[in-house]
């Protein structure tokens, strides 16, 4: 028994996909595959089942998996104390980011740490913000890269690193691309692509109509920025996006509107800090 099964294991319980867990870990599927049955092997039971051309948990996998969690959290714990006490700036650093910021703000400082701590094994997970911050809490990622959301968790810790601000567009084909002095009120009358209500994209946009007494036409909604993008340029609707988004497929709409997200890193102060994860939280201050 290793702990790269158990790594796998939890992998597969949240991809629920051989294939997505192999994906993620760089390995092979016959290698999850293994590692799955060499715990099965020593538990005895069996932790997934055929289900159509995919897998299925079953009830034992489910009441494995928090157990799991824990215990490789603990286990992180404890290689976080002993790295810590003996000044070494080393091992492996989970960390999260927003597609985003992962492509559009982290890089040269992600470049620039790698090579200050090259002892260091930068395991980087794309996922949405709110996931991420989920991850946190649990958790599951020593640091995120995200949104920082409107209502904050008292149980976490939050450094605003950049301004985002926002922009209304279309198409430049779209009825709206030429009018001047736009209200928020002329924008209703036209669908409108926003990202799914459960992202701070959506709830920062919608808190403005809301302050009107408005409700947009929301005729899709995507948390993917840069499909939205893509279905605003080619004249499905009028959207929101960071103004780092826009090029020449894109109108900004004119309307004295100013709206900006917080983007920013956090991690649960509770939960013990390894070397590795605070010289990256000191190199972003």
Same mark, same amino acid.
């Given at each position: 028994?290793?702990?790269?099964?158990?790594?796998?294991?939890?992998?597969?319980?949240?991809?629920?996909?051989?294939?997505? *867990?192999?994906?993620?870990?760089? $390995?092979?599927?016959?290698?999850?595959?293994?590692?799955?049955?060499?715990?099965?092997?020593?538990?005895?039971?069996?932790?997934?089942?055929?289900?159509?051309?995919?897998?299925?948990?079953?009830?034992? *996998?489910?009441?494995?998996?928090?157990?799991?969690?824990?215990?490789?959290?603990?286990?992180?714990? #404890?290689?976080?104390?002993?790295?810590?006490?003996?000044?070494?700036?080393?091992?492996?650093?989970?960390?999260?980011?927003?597609?985003? #910021?992962?492509?559009?703000?982290?890089? #040269?400082?992600?470049?620039?740490?790698?090579?200050?701590?090259?002892?260091?094994?930068?395991?980087?997970?794309?996922?949405?913000?709110?996931?991420?911050?989920?991850?946190? +809490?649990?958790?599951?990622?020593?640091?995120?890269?995200?949104?920082?959301?409107?209502?904050?968790?008292?149980?976490?810790?939050?450094?605003?690193?950049?301004?985002?601000?926002?922009?209304?567009?279309?198409?430049?084909?779209?009825?709206?691309?030429?009018?001047?002095?736009?209200?928020?009120?002329?924008?209703?009358?036209?669908?409108?692509?926003?990202?799914?209500?459960?992202?701070?994209?959506?709830? $920062?946009?919608?808190?403005?109509?809301?302050?009107?007494?408005?409700?947009?036409? $929301?005729?899709?909604?995507?948390?993917?920025?840069?499909?939205?993008?893509?279905?605003?340029?080619?004249?499905?609707?009028?959207?929101?996006?960071?103004?780092?988004? +826009?090029?020449?497929?894109?109108?900004?709409?004119?309307?004295?509107?100013?709206?900006?997200?917080?983007?920013? =890193?956090?991690?649960?102060?509770?939960?013990?800090?390894?070397?590795?994860?605070?010289?990256?939280?000191? =190199?972003?201050?």
């Amino acid at each position: 028994m290793n702990l790269a099964a158990f790594e796998a294991f939890v992998k597969v319980m949240e991809t629920g996909s051989i294939s997505m *867990a192999a994906e993620q870990l760089f $390995i092979t599927q016959p290698a999850v595959t293994k590692r799955i049955h060499s715990l099965e092997d020593y538990f005895g039971v069996k932790l997934f089942e055929s289900a159509g051309r995919g897998i299925q948990a079953t009830h034992a *996998a489910h009441s494995l998996l928090p157990k799991v969690k824990n215990w490789l959290n603990e286990l992180g714990d #404890i290689h976080h104390t002993l790295s810590h006490e003996q000044g070494q700036v080393q091992g492996k650093l989970k960390i999260g980011t927003s597609h985003h #910021i992962g492509l559009h703000h982290l890089p #040269i400082h992600l470049k620039k740490y790698v090579q200050d701590f090259p002892n260091v094994t930068l395991d980087v997970h794309f996922v949405d913000s709110e996931q991420a911050h989920e991850q946190v +809490l649990a958790g599951d990622l020593e640091l995120a890269f995200l949104t920082l959301p409107p209502q904050g968790d008292e149980r976490l810790k939050y450094v605003k690193i950049w301004d985002d601000p926002l922009a209304f567009v279309v198409a430049p084909f779209h009825p709206l691309a030429h009018k001047e002095n736009l209200r928020l009120e002329d924008l209703i009358e036209y669908s409108s692509l926003i990202p799914a209500s459960q992202t701070y994209t959506s709830q $920062i946009t919608l808190a403005e109509f809301e302050k009107k007494g408005l409700k947009p036409k $929301i005729t899709m909604s995507n948390n993917t920025l840069e499909a939205i993008r893509m279905l605003v340029s080619i004249g499905l609707g009028w959207s929101v996006l960071p103004k780092t988004l +826009l090029n020449n497929d894109l109108k900004q709409l004119d309307i004295n509107v100013n709206m900006y997200r917080q983007l920013g =890193m956090v991690w649960h102060p509770a939960r013990s800090q390894s070397r590795a994860v605070l010289e990256l939280i000191e =190199m972003m201050k």
